[in-house]
């Protein structure tokens, strides 16, 4: 039998089951009794339906672990184990070692690795401290099975509706219960005659009955079906295997046309599904049953116009189109402009109106929710807490905020990074914290919202805050500050993020990994946001990243520096003058103006880009601000706002600091997209450079 | 019977197609000078024109054109040969090229001052590069064919464009642009 895509079924159901039991397992310490019964159950069902399914594809050392994790969940179902925090983690822990199990699986590596092996042992060897299941013991139980396996008897469902010619063609029900006899111990059977009519209606030639039977038996399922071969094309036939899980009962109730409650009551009858099994399963009140019945023919509908699941690769694709569809409009509008005829201007003013709600719209489709990433976040912060000793809880808020999927996905690493560092460095220890006058739980909060068309994502702590005084003299140290240089808090603070700064003295295995808060902020930047820090001391820092809505399309500023056209990203354009007009003088030959007394450095993009030709008369100087940083870039013309989808330069193209893409204007050329702070770096350590080489 | 003769017949066809088109080359004017460039991996011809020069890169990389939409980058072949670069004329065109790189296929487009005809040149016809003597780095070529006693440069165009060394060339540019400031 190819069991190939039962596997894949395998790997994933596990992998969803094991994320569910996370999210229970980290609310199971805040949960009151009741519902703490609830949970363990769910997870003690989820560990069973692991076990079982990997015994299916004879995966001995998920069966093994999985096992023994089972039995701890039993006894804490019994009460016998009271729940605290290590036990939670504990758990946390068997089940990342399950997930890691599975993809051991899945990498087809028969062998355990070394490491893994000895942190499962680990594992199981706490495991046993509290519920005095070795694994030999395990392991012995197992292989008794194994031994037995081919002659163990095992119990089936059979569900059967004879149709109702059985009888015209000379079938005898009973002859195939007594048939069925012959393959093993029919331990339960039940009778039900629920489709039998009224009298008046009633054909003493047609067959109305039904039977529910819990067979026992060592023969495969295929022996079973083919005891009812003779009547399997009108009759209704389910055969549940043994271990079936009760969902697959559910269906089966679901699918019979007997009551849903009765049958329910039949297959406990029969002893396939214990009572508690159904009523966790299916905790409704018979009313609710029925409502539920009715509602099915509703439901279906409903939840399917709901969501939908859309290749990612085919969303790619629209917006793509999408995008080519900006770009021809433009080019149709600038060509209706040109012909400046009235009736077409309008009408391709009105096309663009709608590209612009078309783009829109599918650039929504990219969105969704931040709430599963910061769900992630949890357990780092649990996990992180309890290896330091530190009693920290996490408040998530803002968990319906859209954000494109790419941008969630890049943002992960750099938010792990501050939440990591949060805990590590920002909140104190419990003692530490009682000390100061503070509650002994520190708060870390995480939390997104919308800000003038941009995302933004708070990572805050009630914690300490920087140490400035220790983050200036590192800084001296390693010679990021002068020794007499006096810096507003601030910029002391910014310091964090310069290249080749870690601020903790010792190095943990928490932080301190190498990866500092640069290349967090590096990160971030690449996706076009911003990060800021807000320190106060004693009582916690926050860290805020403003990030683009998307990154397929932006809001651009045209500009043009002799034949080449170019898209200064909008958002960063603060005015636009003229050069040495009224406000904006030139003194000397110098690159800086004097614009309404404040003095603006700037960049002459025809000298930078050495692109020829003699500069007009009227130059125009585009004043952009960036992460605090003001710049004047000297153009010839502004062709004002553009919409601009972004296209990337290729390989070739990829060194080019300065340049952040390309875009394809109305009429067909490309204009290159600046990226306004490499451009500042790369000038300011260009003049740096030729500074130094002059003295 | 007669559809799987009919089949075995197209199959024959196409295995003789294949044959021939690895014996196709486009030739090619730099200048004076002819050149040849196997067809396989030419995708279209066009006229030369509305060309977005790229700032701060080498002179070889005349810039980039918008392809039905995709942003392509324009090598100049005459001065990635010669450092020298000719004048644009009526039969200047760029021919767009599918290069292989090390992660997967990539449209690059070359500047040539004519191109001329679609000949074959059978394998026995074509020599492998001098030692010394093309003025070319003898890796860009791929081998030398005669045509009608006249002798071709066949260029090696994965050789020629490739991605990994022209990205390379314009680091080091940039690297010396920021000496000369």
Same mark, same amino acid.
């Given at each position: 039998?190819?069991?190939?895509?039962?596997?894949?079924?395998?790997?994933?159901?596990?992998?969803?089951?094991? %994320?569910?039991?996370?999210?229970?397992?980290?609310?199971?310490?805040? %949960?009151?009794?009741?519902?703490?019964?609830?949970?363990?159950?769910?997870?003690?069902?989820?560990?069973?339906?692991?076990?079982?399914?990997?015994?299916?594809?004879?995966?001995?050392?998920?069966?093994?672990?999985?096992?023994?994790?089972?039995?701890?969940?039993?006894?804490?179902?019994?009460?016998?184990?009271?729940?605290?925090?290590?036990?939670?983690?504990?758990?946390?822990?068997?089940?990342?070692?399950?997930? %890691?199990?599975?993809?051991?699986?899945?990498?087809?590596?028969?062998?355990?690795?070394?490491?893994?092996?000895?942190?499962?042992?680990?594992?199981?060897?706490?495991? $046993?401290?509290?519920?005095?299941?070795?694994?030999?013991?395990?392991?012995?139980?197992?292989?008794?099975?194994?031994?037995?396996?081919?002659?163990?008897?095992?119990?089936?469902?059979?569900?059967?509706?004879?149709?109702?010619?059985?009888?015209?063609?000379?079938?005898?029900?009973?002859?195939?219960?007594?048939?069925?006899?012959?393959?093993?111990?029919?331990?339960?059977?039940?009778?039900?005659?629920?489709?039998?009519?009224?009298?008046?209606?009633?054909?003493?030639?047609?067959?109305?009955?039904?039977?529910?039977?819990?067979?026992?038996?060592?023969?495969?399922?295929?022996?079973?079906?083919?005891?009812?071969?003779?009547?399997?094309?009108?009759?209704?036939?389910?055969?549940?295997?043994?271990?079936?899980?009760?969902?697959?009962?559910?269906?089966?109730?679901?699918?019979?046309?007997?009551?849903?409650?009765?049958?329910?009551?039949?297959?406990?009858?029969?002893?396939?599904?214990?009572?508690?099994?159904?009523?966790?399963?299916?905790?409704?009140?018979?009313?609710?049953?029925?409502?539920?019945?009715?509602?099915?023919?509703?439901?279906?509908?409903?939840?399917?116009?709901?969501?939908?699941?859309?290749?990612?690769?085919?969303?790619?694709?629209?917006?793509?189109?999408?995008?080519?569809?900006?770009?021809?409009?433009?080019?149709?509008?600038?060509?209706?402009?040109?012909?400046?005829?009235?009736?077409?201007?309008?009408?391709?003013?009105?096309?663009?109106?709608?590209?612009?709600?078309?783009?829109?719209?599918?650039?929504?489709?990219?969105?969704?929710?931040?709430?599963?990433?910061?769900?992630?976040?949890?357990?780092?912060?649990?996990?992180?807490?309890?290896?330091?000793?530190?009693?920290?809880?996490?408040?998530?808020?803002?968990?319906?905020?859209?954000?494109?999927?790419?941008?969630?996905?890049?943002?992960?690493?750099?938010?792990?990074?501050?939440?990591?560092?949060?805990?590590?460095?920002?909140?104190?220890?419990?003692?530490?914290?009682?000390? $100061?006058?503070?509650?002994?739980?520190?708060?870390?909060?995480?939390?997104?919202?919308?800000?003038?068309?941009?995302?933004?994502?708070?990572?805050?702590?009630?914690?300490?805050?920087?140490?400035?005084?220790?983050?200036?003299?590192?800084?001296?140290?390693?010679?990021?500050?002068?020794?007499?240089?006096?810096?507003?808090?601030?910029?002391?603070?910014?310091?964090?993020?310069?290249?080749?700064?870690?601020?903790?003295?010792?190095?943990?295995?928490?932080?301190?990994?190498?990866?500092?808060?640069?290349?967090? $902020?590096?990160?971030?930047?690449?996706?076009?946001?911003?990060?800021?820090?807000?320190?106060?001391?004693?009582?916690?820092?926050?860290?805020?990243?403003?990030?683009?809505?998307?990154?397929?399309?932006?809001?651009?500023?045209?500009?043009?520096?002799?034949?080449?056209?170019?898209?200064?990203?909008?958002?960063?354009?603060?005015?636009?003058?003229?050069?040495?007009?009224?406000?904006?003088?030139?003194?000397?030959?110098?690159?800086?103006?004097?614009?309404?007394?404040?003095?603006?450095?700037?960049?002459?993009?025809?000298?930078?880009?050495?692109?020829?030709?003699?500069?007009?008369?009227?130059?125009?100087?585009?004043?952009?601000?960036?992460?605090?940083? $003001?710049?004047?870039?000297?153009?010839?013309?502004?062709?004002? %706002?553009?919409?601009?989808?972004?296209?990337?330069?290729?390989?070739?193209?990829?060194?080019?600091?300065?340049?952040?893409?390309?875009?394809?204007?109305?009429?067909?050329?490309?204009?290159?997209?600046?990226?306004?702070?490499?451009?500042?770096?790369?000038?300011?350590?260009?003049?740096?450079?030729?500074?130094?080489?002059?003295? | 019977?007669?559809?799987?003769?009919?089949?075995?017949?197209?199959?024959?066809?196409?295995?003789?197609?294949?044959?021939?088109?690895?014996?196709?080359?486009?030739?090619?004017?730099?200048?004076?000078?002819?050149?040849?460039?196997?067809?396989?991996?030419?995708?279209?011809?066009?006229?030369?024109?509305?060309?977005?020069?790229?700032?701060?890169?080498?002179?070889?990389?005349?810039?980039?054109?918008?392809?039905?939409?995709?942003?392509?980058?324009?090598?100049?072949?005459?001065?990635?040969?010669?450092?020298?670069?000719?004048?644009?004329?009526?039969?200047?065109?760029?021919?767009?090229?599918?290069?292989?790189?090390?992660?997967?296929?990539?449209?690059?487009?070359?500047?040539?001052?004519?191109?001329?005809?679609?000949?074959?040149?059978?394998?026995?016809?074509?020599?492998?590069?001098?030692?010394?003597?093309?003025?070319?780095?003898?890796?860009?070529?791929?081998?030398?064919?005669?045509?009608?006693?006249?002798?071709?440069?066949?260029?090696?165009?994965?050789?020629?464009?490739?991605?990994?060394?022209?990205?390379?060339?314009?680091?080091?540019?940039?690297?010396?642009?920021?000496?000369?400031?």
């Amino acid at each position: 039998m190819d069991l190939d895509p039962a596997l894949q079924t395998f790997y994933v159901e596990s992998r969803e089951i094991l %994320e569910e039991v996370e999210d229970i397992l980290l609310r199971l310490g805040q %949960e009151d009794e009741a519902s703490q019964k609830e949970s363990l159950n769910a997870i003690f069902r989820a560990a069973h339906t692991i076990k079982g399914s990997a015994g299916l594809f004879k995966l001995q050392n998920i069966v093994i672990f999985t096992h023994v994790v089972e039995s701890l969940l039993d006894q804490m179902r019994e009460s016998e184990i009271s729940i605290d925090d290590d036990i939670i983690a504990l758990l946390l822990k068997c089940g990342d070692h399950i997930g %890691e199990l599975v993809t051991l699986v899945q990498q087809n590596n028969a062998d355990l690795p070394p490491d893994l092996k000895e942190s499962g042992e680990v594992l199981l060897a706490q495991l $046993k401290q509290y519920s005095g299941v070795s694994v030999f013991e395990v392991k012995e139980s197992i292989k008794n099975n194994n031994g037995k396996e081919s002659n163990q008897k095992k119990s089936w469902h059979i569900s059967l509706r004879f149709g109702c010619n059985v009888l015209r063609e000379g079938m005898d029900p009973l002859s195939f219960v007594r048939y069925l006899e012959t393959l093993g111990e029919i331990e339960n059977i039940v009778t039900l005659d629920d489709a039998l009519p009224r009298l008046v209606d009633f054909d003493p030639e047609s067959c109305y009955l039904g039977l529910e039977i819990k067979f026992k038996t060592q023969v495969d399922k295929q022996s079973i079906e083919d005891a009812f071969k003779f009547i399997q094309e009108d009759s209704t036939i389910t055969i549940l295997s043994p271990g079936s899980r009760v969902s697959d009962y559910l269906k089966l109730i679901d699918e019979m046309p007997e009551e849903n409650q009765r049958l329910g009551d039949v297959l406990v009858q029969c002893g396939s599904l214990t009572a508690a099994e159904l009523a966790a399963a299916w905790p409704q009140p018979n009313i609710k049953v029925a409502l539920n019945k009715q509602d099915r023919v509703r439901m279906p509908v409903v939840q399917e116009t709901r969501s939908m699941r859309v290749d990612a690769g085919k969303l790619d694709e629209h917006i793509n189109l999408v995008g080519e569809l900006v770009i021809a409009s433009a080019g149709a509008a600038l060509r209706a402009q040109e012909m400046g005829d009235t009736t077409l201007n309008e009408l391709s003013s009105i096309l663009t109106r709608l590209v612009e709600e078309v783009r829109d719209s599918a650039l929504h489709l990219r969105m969704i929710q931040v709430g599963p990433t910061f769900n992630k976040f949890q357990r780092i912060v649990h996990d992180m807490s309890k290896d330091l000793g530190k009693e920290i809880e996490m408040v998530i808020s803002g968990a319906d905020t859209d954000l494109d999927k790419t941008v969630i996905e890049k943002i992960s690493d750099p938010l792990t990074h501050l939440i990591r560092n949060s805990v590590d460095h920002g909140i104190e220890s419990p003692v530490e914290r009682e000390e $100061k006058n503070k509650p002994r739980k520190g708060k870390l909060y995480l939390s997104a919202y919308h800000d003038s068309g941009c995302v933004v994502i708070e990572v805050a702590d009630d914690g300490n805050g920087l140490n400035r005084d220790r983050i200036l003299s590192k800084a001296k140290e390693k010679g990021l500050v002068r020794e007499d240089q006096k810096l507003m808090d601030k910029d002391i603070d910014n310091l964090i993020f310069e290249p080749g700064f870690s601020t903790a003295d010792k190095v943990t295995n928490i932080s301190g990994r190498g990866v500092g808060m640069d290349v967090v $902020k590096r990160n971030i930047e690449e996706l076009r946001g911003t990060i800021e820090l807000d320190s106060r001391p004693g009582e916690g820092s926050t860290f805020r990243i403003r990030l683009p809505l998307t990154l397929a399309i932006i809001d651009g500023f045209l500009v043009n520096v002799e034949n080449s056209s170019f898209v200064i990203p909008l958002e960063m354009v603060h005015e636009c003058v003229e050069l040495n007009g009224v406000n904006c003088k030139i003194d000397t030959d110098r690159n800086y103006v004097n614009l309404r007394g404040e003095i603006l450095p700037f960049i002459r993009l025809r000298a930078l880009f050495s692109t020829g030709g003699v500069a007009p008369k009227r130059e125009n100087v585009v004043i952009v601000n960036y992460a605090g940083v $003001k710049a004047g870039l000297v153009v010839d013309n502004l062709m004002g %706002e553009f919409q601009t989808v972004i296209k990337p330069l290729g390989e070739i193209f990829s060194h080019v600091p300065g340049l952040g893409g390309s875009s394809i204007l109305g009429n067909g050329e490309v204009a290159l997209i600046l990226d306004v702070p490499g451009l500042v770096n790369r000038v300011s350590s260009m003049e740096n450079f030729s500074i130094q080489s002059a003295v | 019977m007669t559809t799987s003769m009919a089949k075995d017949n197209t199959e024959h066809a196409q295995l003789i197609d294949e044959k021939m088109e690895e014996e196709q080359y486009l030739t090619f004017y730099l200048g004076r000078e002819m050149f040849a460039l196997g067809i396989l991996n030419i995708k279209e011809i066009l006229q030369y024109g509305q060309l977005t020069t790229v700032p701060m890169m080498p002179a070889f990389i005349r810039g980039v054109i918008n392809l039905r939409g995709a942003v392509v980058p324009v090598v100049d072949l005459a001065t990635r040969f010669s450092g020298q670069s000719n004048n644009i004329t009526k039969k200047t065109c760029i021919v767009i090229i599918e290069v292989n790189t090390s992660d997967g296929k990539q449209d690059i487009g070359v500047v040539m001052d004519s191109v001329s005809e679609v000949l074959e040149i059978p394998v026995s016809d074509i020599e492998p590069p001098p030692v010394f003597g093309a003025k070319i780095r003898t890796d860009f070529i791929q081998g030398m064919g005669k045509i009608r006693d006249k002798i071709v440069i066949i260029i090696n165009a994965d050789k020629v464009l490739s991605i990994e060394e022209i990205a390379m060339l314009s680091q080091t540019e940039l690297a010396e642009k920021k000496v000369d400031l």
